[in-house]
């Protein structure tokens, strides 16, 4: 069963730089009810994807470094990962299929 792991200021690197599967990270934040809506469609995907994409969650009111790197002023965002190189970004809740068409696209 593929699962969301949590990622962190500290392990990010590991988690999701030096990461050879493309990554997708959800940034959220307990508060915020857009993130909760979207929880549970990036759960769906981590199933579907794999073995292709590694999902990983980062709330951002406990690490502030990653989310002020990339710049990440709205929540919930979704980055894409790809070789330790960011690949795209999704701002706001948005359905499944966007999100299915973003990952598809990553991994063409």
């Known amino acids: 069963m593929a699962e969301v792991r949590d990622t962190t200021d500290l392990t ?3 988690d999701v730089l ?3 599967l493309p990554t997708l990270v959800d ?3 307990p508060w915020c009810g857009p993130c909760r809506m979207v929880k549970p469609i990036v759960e ?3 199933e579907e994807y794999a073995g ?3 999902f990983y969650k980062m709330n951002t009111d406990d690490n502030p470094q990653v989310p002020s790197k990339f710049g990440i002023r709205s929540i919930p965002s979704l980055l894409i ?3 330790g190189e960011l690949a ?3 701002v706001g809740f948005r359905p499944k ?6 990952i598809d696209e990553v991994l063409a």
């Open 88 to 90: 795209g970004t999704i």
């Open 12 to 14: 990010w690197d590991a």
């Open 18 to 20: 030096k990461n050879e």
């Open 52 to 54: 292709k994409v590694n």
């Open 97 to 102: 299929g966007d999100l299915k068409k973003r």
């Open 44 to 46: 769906e995907l981590s």
């Open 27 to 29: 940034f959220w934040a």
């Open 81 to 83: 990962f790809k070789n």
